[in-house]
């Protein structure tokens, strides 16, 4: 099989650290889902209108309270005083409980599938316990985020309404800043889950179907749900994220990972070229520890020296922007261990006797966005002999089968490092941009002037900064 831009280039894949402390379930089994729905200000918030009952009765003059707010990242960056965090905690209430709402439609489609295909009727028992399997899955992933709505209603509460009447005790901004740190981490999981939800819905689809037809139309409408859920659960965290750094400035940074920004989860006036090249260190390093192996091919009079990953060459620009700083590193990161892989796999050299082509980058900007383009002579978007299509290049979750984690202990960071393995990267990548008007496009580049045949990567990030996050 050929090997692409896009393609698994044998990296090894991560397994994501559990945050449950010892001899507690993350999930609470064996109780039905109905029961869950005795949380009335959250089963209000995933309403049409998403009255939150309980938030609007402790604090009638707070509107803000009673439906999910929009933010832009300057309006982010400039909401970091201690005033604004009661109402950050009910947001993240709220859209956890859009987020329900969500889960809710997805498992409607999955019933809905089971109904129209009948797979006890058709005896098709396998098919039937992986189907039960991905509700009892979604079924733990609402109970997860009621238990997070929950903590975040219940520090909406203790927050003060009026910080000057009553300040926030630097205790009460190290718990809530730490139940922050926690939602964050227990929902670390959930885009794993999904990714795994949908290629074993697609696997039943394709082994059950009675034409593409069928299948395609079945796809397309979980695609559609499931990139909402990631849309809300990226603002969720950055919203949480957003928080922690907010709360480390209303005390002693003691005891801190990193230092408190003032404009708490947005980084201001960050030089992109810089950003790149941190970006491009840590693709390398990627590189050269998960592709190497795979690209030594250790024949006979093969040299056994390990190789060079290629250069990446990146123009020097002045150009600074506001941005969501790890959306970008990781966006940069896929992209760019993609483009070392392909480059190395389609160009190695048994004698190892001359570098591998180098991986060009440049950063423009125009009227209305800042533009980084990549270009690499890896060999294109070529896969098993056909070109690979946008919207397949894309698609969430694309890879055929699922990997056991515990066959691979190898952990990454939460936020930076790409997920390998499920075929999640490429559409992560492209939520990130598209989430305050950027985007991302991948095309294939034959070869000219000095060029070899490769891809040129568009990473395109809005000047506006006043621009809404898209809300689902």
């Not at 049409?48 to 960056?77: C, G, V, Y």
């Not at 949480?240 to 990972?257: A, R």
Request: proline share 6%; hydrophobic share 35%; aromatic share 6%.
């Amino acid at each position: 099989m050929e090997h692409s831009w896009c393609s698994d280039h044998g990296m090894v894949k991560p397994t994501w650290p559990r945050v449950w402390t010892a001899g507690k379930e993350p999930f609470h089994r064996g109780r039905p889902t109905r029961d869950l729905l005795s949380l009335p200000s959250i089963s209000n918030a995933i309403t049409p209108r998403r009255n939150f009952a309980t938030l609007s009765e402790n604090n009638p003059s707070d509107h803000d309270a009673t439906m999910i707010q929009s933010w832009s990242k300057k309006k982010l960056a400039e909401t970091t005083d201690a005033s604004s965090m009661k109402t950050f905690m009910g947001d993240i209430a709220l859209r956890l409980g859009r987020q329900l709402q969500i889960l809710d439609d997805l498992k409607q489609q999955f019933m809905f599938i089971s109904s129209e295909y009948d797979f006890s009727q058709r005896g098709d028992q396998q098919a039937q316990i992986i189907l039960e399997s991905l509700l009892k899955s979604i079924h733990n992933m609402e109970v997860l985020h009621r238990d997070t709505a929950k903590i975040c209603q219940n520090y909406y509460m203790l927050l003060p309404a009026d910080m000057n009447l009553s300040p926030m005790t630097p205790l009460l901004s190290r718990q809530v800043g730490q139940a922050c740190k926690d939602i964050y981490a227990r929902h670390a999981l959930t885009i794993e889950t999904m990714a795994e939800l949908v290629i074993d819905i697609r696997g039943i689809l394709k082994r059950n179907r009675r034409d593409d037809h069928d299948t395609k139309r079945h796809m397309a409408a979980i695609q559609s749900i499931v990139t909402k859920f990631l849309q809300g659960r990226l603002m969720t965290q950055l919203l949480c994220d957003h928080v922690v750094d907010c709360m480390m400035m209303f005390h002693s940074p003691t005891s801190l990972s990193r230092p408190p920004k003032p404009t708490g989860a947005i980084s201001v006036d960050v030089n992109v070229a810089e950003l790149i090249g941190t970006a491009s260190a840590e693709a390398c390093h990627l590189v050269e520890i998960h592709f190497i192996p795979v690209t030594d091919d250790r024949q006979a009079g093969a040299s056994s020296e390990i190789p060079e990953p290629p250069e990446v060459r990146i123009g020097p620009s002045p150009i600074t922007a506001t941005l969501v700083r790890p959306w970008l590193q990781y966006t940069l990161v896929e992209m760019l261990k993609n483009s070392l892989a392909a480059t190395m796999e389609r160009n190695r050299r048994p004698d190892m006797s001359s570098p591998f082509y180098p991986i060009l980058i440049d950063v423009s900007e125009t009227k209305t966005h800042i533009q980084i383009q990549l270009h690499d002579q890896g060999g294109g978007l070529l896969f098993n002999g056909r070109n690979i299509s946008q919207e397949d290049l894309f698609e969430f979750a694309t890879r055929g089968s699922k990997w056991d984690r515990m066959d691979d202990q190898q952990t990454y960071a939460m936020v930076r490092s790409p997920i390998r393995g499920l075929g999640v990267g490429l559409a992560l990548s492209r939520l990130h941009l598209l989430q305050f008007g950027g985007d991302l496009t991948v095309q294939d580049r034959p070869a000219r002037n000095e060029l070899e045949h490769g891809v040129t990567v568009t990473l395109l990030l809005n000047k506006n900064d006043d621009t809404l996050g898209i809300e689902p």
